[in-house]
C-alpha cells in the first residue's frame, strides 16, 4: 500500500488526497494521473530521467517539488518484456511452420513444379 509523501500514512492506492492531511496524492483531482512528489525536501528533477536528458520544458523544472511526469531515472523508461517460453526454441519453431502453413503449401508447390520442368528437359 502505498503512503503519503508528507504525514507518511498508508492512503489507498486510488486516493485523490490523502485522508489524514489532505495533501493531493493525485493531479487535477483524477485518481488515473499520478502526482509525483518530493519525500525528503529535495527536487525532482535532480534524479528525473527528462532533466538529464535535457528533454523537460515544463516551467517547475529544475524545482520542481511535485511534478506529474516524472520518471526516476534509476528505473527504465520501459519494461522489459519476457519473451513468452512458446516464441523461444523449437516451440517457436513450430508455432511458425502452424501458422504459415498455407505459405509452406504455396512454397512446396513451387519447388516442385520447378524441379519438375529442370526435369522433364
Ligand atoms: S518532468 Fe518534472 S521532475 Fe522531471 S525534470 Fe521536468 S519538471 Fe522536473
Ligand atoms: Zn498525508
Not at 483531482?29 to 538529464?52: A, F, K, M, V
Amino acid at each position: 500500500m502505498p503512503s503519503c509523501s508528507k504525514c507518511k500514512q498508508p492512503v489507498d492506492f486510488q486516493a485523490v488526497s490523502c485522508p489524514h492531511c489532505n495533501n493531493p496524492l493525485k493531479a487535477f483531482g483524477h485518481p488515473g494521473i499520478p502526482l509525483y512528489q518530493s519525500e525528503d525536501n529535495t527536487w525532482l528533477c535532480d534524479r528525473c530521467t527528462y532533466h538529464l536528458d535535457d528533454t523537460c520544458n515544463f516551467p517547475q523544472r529544475p524545482y520542481a517539488k511535485s511534478c506529474t511526469l516524472f520518471h526516476d531515472h534509476s528505473t527504465p523508461l520501459i519494461a522489459e518484456i519476457d519473451t513468452p517460453a512458446s516464441r523461444k526454441g523449437w516451440a517457436g519453431i513450430k508455432n511458425w511452420l502452424n501458422r504459415n502453413q498455407g505459405l509452406i503449401a504455396i512454397a512446396v508447390l513451387i519447388v516442385f513444379s520447378v524441379l519438375l520442368a529442370i526435369s522433364s528437359r
